[in-house]
């Protein structure tokens, strides 16, 4: 049996286009109705442009002949004129409108992704997966509207225009009706072929696309290129850009080939039927069926009739098909499953217990945190030590409700954090991250982050600024608090300890409970790092505190010591008690004493 792979399920075309009217309605009701209306009207205004051709042919041929008055003739000229006004009126209105909702519904559907983003776990942001899912959704929402628009265009344009055609051809003799048909049928399953080739085609082609996005920035971003100039990568990223590149391109040309081929063919056979059809109309015309007037109007009208509906099947259908599978992935990462943790209750401060936690990441073998307990006392600080990679910076996300575990439990005064929602999980926390940001706007902005609208007296900002051991008068800081923090716009950039004693500062800003610092100071000079960490000992006496980090010196100031090895917690205890044990922490001290030429004392 064919396996049905997880998100690959297939959203019809008309469910998607239900799904994104909605959208665009909300985002411009009267514009959107407006303009349906309007191309309703357009549509029909090109039918009746012909029939006022035809009556104008008639009525020429009718003066020549004195049967019909020169002012009857004048009168057929002056109306096939009206009519032509009228329909580029009409085609100006109609080709203006969409843009404007365009702009509303773009706005709507960026919304859209960026809230569906807040209702995802974090950990969805650690599943490769997940990622090309929201790759894939952003370039989704850029076709979401014009595809909504092809749609529409071909029920409130072409389909009126084709009724009013269909009927006019079908009163002067049923057969010409036929021609609507016989163009229609086999270019309108061409682009059924298409829809399916150019569906498949963004499916093969969004992992390529994510790695060439991501070798193209290696190579000129401010971030990266440095680093790949001195140590001479840039050659091997631009091969690597290039290889993508060429797959891509290679994955596209043979799609194209391959819809192109097919509709070719269909195209040879509705020009067939095109060609019968005027046949038919002669065969007509010297039987006396039609008039002169009918055949020139008809003659003219199946040739616009044809590139009419080449314009709707190659050109819109084909923008459809062709965005059929951008709009599929972009209405999948809509439905991808959301934290079940929305609007639930607030837990309040207390103690912090973690009862056999385990927690592997998305994809990734084995256990990053394998059965850990642990308890948090409510105003404890904690430090958390070991080697690189024994599960640090994953015990503390656990610990802070940014992950939930795979298996076992951490509760927050005694209420799981699975069922607790984010606002109320980290109403009370800060936290200075192993790998911060560096947010390119003005100091006090990067300080104040987390309650900017509140606005921030610049005594606690020089408070939080002390404590990090970071002051604004600093000449690194030209224009004080407001020092634009970034080349791009015009500003200054920071040494990285600088930057993160703003980062530092922006986590003792935020009032908290609860605070997680993991490796804040890596990049600081340890007398300084003695420093930051002996003011935060000061302020953190009555919160909660986890500190992670591998200067075994400053751990000294926590009120318990937590020792990870290979994603268990092997021990657990004051700095007394742990260096008096044969163990990991000993091993880990003794080890940093030496680097530090400290003498080593005898164990034990
Ligand atoms: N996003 C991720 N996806 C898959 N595995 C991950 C991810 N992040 C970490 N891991 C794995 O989980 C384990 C624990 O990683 P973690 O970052 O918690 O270690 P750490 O103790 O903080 O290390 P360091 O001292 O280097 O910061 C490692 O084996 C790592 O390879
Ligand atoms: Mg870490």
Known sequence: MKEVKEGQRDISIFRALWKLLAVMVKAAPVLFIVDIVLSVFHGMSWGVETMMQQRFFDRAVGMAGGTVSFWRALLALVGLGLANVICQVLNGICNFMPMVVERRAGARLSAAIHEKIARLEPAVFDDTKRLEDINKAEEGKTHAFWFVENILSIFDFYLPYFLFMGWYLFSLKPILAAAILIVFIPTALAQVIRTKVFSHLEDVSAPQRRKYEYYESCIVDREYFKETRLLGGFFYFK??????????QRLSYKATMKSNLFELAMRLLAVGGYCGILFLLYDALMKGEVTVGAFAAVFHSVGALYAIMEEVVCGHMGEVAKSAG???????????????????????????????????????????????????????????????????????????????????????????????????????????????????????????????????????????????????????????????????????????????????????????????????????????????????????????????????????????????????????????????????????????????????????
């Open 239 to 248: 091969k690597l850009y290039l290889d993508t590149l060429d797959c891509m």
């Open 326 to 604: 951008a709009i599929r992935n972009f209405l999948r990462f809509l439905d991808l499953e959301e934290s079940t943790r929305q609007g639930m209750q607030s837990a309040g401060w207390g103690d912090i217990v973690l009862e056999n936690v385990c927690f592997s990441y998305p994809d990734a073998p084995g256990e990053a945190v394998h059965n850990v307990n642990l308890t948090l006392k409510r105003g404890e600080t904690l430090a958390v030590v070991g080697e690189n990679g024994s599960g640090k910076s994953t015990l503390i996300r656990l610990i802070s409700g940014l992950y939930t575990p795979s298996s076992g439990s951490v509760r927050h005064n005694g209420i799981e954090t699975k069922s607790l929602s984010f606002a109320s999980l980290f109403a009370r926390t800060s936290a200075v991250f192993q790998k911060y940001q560096r947010y390119q706007m003005t100091l006090e902005e990067n300080i104040t982050i987390s309650a900017v609208q509140k606005g921030s007296g610049e005594k606690e900002l020089n408070r939080v600024c002390a404590m990090a051991g970071t002051d604004a008068a600093d000449p690194a800081f030209p224009e004080g608090y407001q020092t634009m923090l970034s080349r791009e716009f015009d500003g200054v950039d920071l040494s990285g300890g600088q930057w993160q004693r703003v980062a530092i500062a922006r986590g003792f800003f935020r009032d908290h409970d609860l605070i997680i610092l993991d490796e804040p100071t890596a990049a600081i000079d340890p007398y300084e790092e003695t420093q930051i960490y002996n003011r935060f000992a000061e302020i953190s006496k009555d919160r909660s505190a986890v500190i992670v980090t591998h200067r075994l010196g400053s751990v000294k100031l926590a009120d318990r010591i937590a020792v990870m090895k290979e994603g268990e917690l092997v021990q657990l205890g004051t700095h007394e008690e742990l260096i008096a044990q044969e163990g990991e922490y000993r091993r880990l001290y003794d080890a940093q004493r030496q680097w530090y030429g400290e003498e080593q004392q005898p164990a034990g």
